[in-house]
């Protein structure tokens, strides 16, 4: 039934799992997160600190509508219903409304505290790069934020910039990463940091005659080049880890691993317990918006609005 | 922490960073800010602490380069007022107006 | 003497002929990608027009982001340098010089005899640059002309949140989606490169007279929104976009 339930939820981006060795009724403390990105919008719920359940859903234009939804996909299969919630913070991309949420908490420091708690306490840098940001944020062993920098003014380093460029050269963007090494030998970065720039720069390329997969192990080295400036500012530790969409680009996320020297952290659990369960990168922010909901009402430090 | 408000773009890095563990919440730099772009409240990158700090308005983070170059930190003849008026020196600036406009 | 000023920008290059100080000849042309060969072209053809051969020419100076790429070139000067110039020749009063174009843009805070003093640019970032209304006159699907015109009537003063050219095209999509009206949308764009360009200038300080010159000056719209910005008047010359190329042909007449 695991199984099955592991399978289903990587094959399709909308999915959702519950995990069958929690009964939720013999659990104090009930809290949910839900994270609304540009993207995509992720709900999740814990009983006592523990994953009970996660959905994951594309966000529409209207954020309110996309909560519910990421928060409804994380509770369909279960018969938690929002009554049951001791307490639910909402987080994620510039000011979002997550109406049932009691309060919001930025997504920086819900990431750092969610990546904590999947990959472990050995987690030091953390580099999320979402459809139009991209943030690296550097923690200490408890999961709490020692610095950050984040970008979401500038599109070259985020999903954008990407997708930009599969648009450009008409390949679809989940294939530029294998592509991108199918090449003679490692080609010169795009010069242009500006994405619109960049533009013109990759077109010329073309007009000369330079194979596109060499246009894109170009593009895909300028991207990891950008993303390690970044990094470099703030100073990358080991375990380092990287979520977001991009965490699925080889292209770049080899191409950076080989110039930080660094390698990205294994995606397991930390938890032994946890091993057979589904491992997805995007739920980080949900899952920290979740524990700090549980901190706060463990904490006696905010009242719960459980109904039932 | 050590938060770094603004961008890096194709000419550089545009940052006002805020050390939130110098920093006492006095607000003198919310005051002398030409720009009023500067505000104090609660840590939002430690929701478990209750100290107030300051940090740079919403609004204004992503045009930080534009916000802050009048004030030419970097390079300036004259300190710039933030920096100028924070006893624990809890602000600092990044090199990008320097390096574009210096 | 015949002298000839070629500035070679992002997008387009200008060339100026003088002979004994008056303007001969000019001409424009887009760029692509082999803009050595381009310029040559242009420079060939104005000669024509002007009913000279390169024989007959004293003296080429070349300015612009690729002005290093003109063979022809006897020198190559800044961008500040011939903007100040040319500014300088036309408008003597001139003191602070705001010069935007496809790809770049700068303050120049200039003397009274036209040296450069200080100044200040924003490059390889299309949020300041005349790349960034080109955009977003593509979003509205409109010419940039059409933009400027259309913006003229707006009362409006919508923010703009994206500062990126790349995020500006989808918040524009957007705006378009909630039925703001397109002159609206287009005073926006405005008001958001203004307030970009003026905090530039006040890096090197506005004192007047403040000239504006590049592509983006011919932009009627963009000017009204820099004038209320920085709250002073702005003086545009004839021909803005040619200030480059003047200023490097009269630093080439002057033998310099």
Not at chain 1, 162 to 179: N, S, T, Y
Not at chain 2, 59 to 67: G, L, M, Q
Not at chain 3, 103 to 127: H, M, Q, T, W
Request: charge should be negative; aromatic fraction near 6%; include cysteine.
């Amino acid at each position: 039934m695991v199984e099955e339930a592991k399978k289903e939820f990587w094959r399709w981006p909308e999915g959702t799992w519950v995990n069958p060795h929690i009964n939720w009724k013999q659990g104090k403390i009930i809290t949910s997160g839900v994270d609304v990105g540009s993207v995509s919008s992720q709900g999740v719920v814990l009983v006592d600190g523990e994953l009970y359940s996660f959905g994951s859903t594309r966000t529409g234009f209207d954020s309110p509508d996309s909560a519910r939804k990421a928060l409804n996909i994380a509770l369909e299969q279960t018969d938690v219903t929002e009554e049951n919630l001791d307490y639910c913070i909402g987080t994620g991309y510039g000011r979002v409304n997550v109406p049932m949420a009691q309060r919001t908490i930025t997504e920086i420091a819900c990431h750092a505290r969610g990546a904590h708690f999947m990959y472990g306490p050995a987690v030091r840098t953390i580099m999320d790069m979402g459809g139009q940001d991209c943030k690296a944020i550097n923690c200490d062993e408890k999961g709490k934020v020692l610095n950050f920098m984040m970008n979401d003014k500038c599109a070259a380093g985020t999903g954008r910039g990407m997708e930009v460029f599969a648009d450009l050269i008409q390949v679809p963007v989940w294939e530029i990463g294998p592509r991108s090494f199918q090449i003679d030998e490692e080609p010169e970065m795009i010069s242009s940091t500006c994405v619109v720039f960049a533009k013109s720069e990759v077109l010329g390329l073309l007009e000369q005659g330079v194979p596109e997969n060499q246009v894109m192990a170009s593009y895909c080295a300028a991207m990891a080049h950008r993303i390690m400036a970044l990094l470099h500012r703030l100073g990358v530790q080991e375990k380092f880890v990287i979520t977001g969409g991009i965490a699925k680009n080889e292209g770049v996320v080899k191409r950076l691993e080989k110039e930080l020297g660094i390698k990205t952290a294994e995606k397991v659990w930390y938890k032994p317990e946890y091993k057979d369960y589904p491992f997805d990168t995007q739920i980080a922010g949900a899952v920290g918006a979740a524990l700090f909901a549980h901190a706060m009402v463990s904490k006696g430090k905010v009242k719960s609005v459980r109904k039932t | 922490m050590k938060a770094f408000y603004g961008f890096k773009d194709g000419s550089g890095d545009w940052f006002l960073i805020i050390d939130t563990e110098k920093c006492n919440g006095c607000s003198a730099c919310v005051a002398v800010c030409p720009a009023h772009a500067l505000e104090v409240g609660e840590d939002e990158f430690d929701p478990l602490s209750e100290e107030h700090v300051a940090h740079v308005k919403d609004e204004d983070r992503k045009k930080i380069r534009y916000t802050c170059a009048p004030c030419k930190p970097g390079f300036s003849i004259d300190p710039v007022p933030c920096v100028a008026v924070c006893e624990p020196g809890a602000i600092t600036h990044s090199d990008g107006w320097k390096r574009s406009y210096g | 003497m015949i002298a000839v000023g070629i500035d070679v920008g992002g997008k387009n290059a200008h060339v100026i002929i003088l002979k004994g100080g008056e303007i001969l000849a000019k001409g424009e042309a887009a760029m692509g990608i082999h803009k050595a060969e381009e310029a040559e072209h242009l420079y060939d053809e104005t000669l024509k027009k002007a009913g000279m051969k390169r024989e007959d020419v004293g003296s080429v100076i070349a300015t612009g982001s690729a002005g290093k790429r003109v063979s022809f070139a006897d020198s190559v000067i800044p961008d500040a340098a011939a903007d100040a110039r040319g500014v300088n020749r036309l408008i003597p009063s001139a003191r602070t010089v705001i010069d935007v174009g496809a790809e770049e843009g700068r303050a120049i805070k200039v003397s009274p005899k036209g040296r450069v003093l200080d100044f200040a640019v924003n490059e390889k970032c299309a949020a300041g640059t005349g790349t960034f209304v080109e955009t977003m006159a593509r979003a509205l699907e409109i010419t940039v002309e059409e933009m400027a015109k259309l913006s003229l009537t707006s009362n409006q003063s919508i923010p703009m949140n994206a500062q990126c050219a790349v995020f500006g095209e989808s918040e524009v999509v957007s705006l378009i989606h909630q039925k703001i009206a397109k002159q609206d949308i287009a005073k926006a764009v405005h008001d958001a490169i203004a307030g970009r360009i003026a905090s530039v200038a006040r890096v090197v300080g506005l004192e007047q007279d403040v000239v504006m010159i590049g592509g983006v000056a011919k932009n009627d719209g963009f000017v009204d929104a820099l004038k209320k910005e920085i709250d002073m008047d702005l003086i545009v010359p004839e021909d803005p976009e040619y200030m480059g190329a003047l200023g490097s042909a009269d630093m080439a007449a002057a033998g310099v």
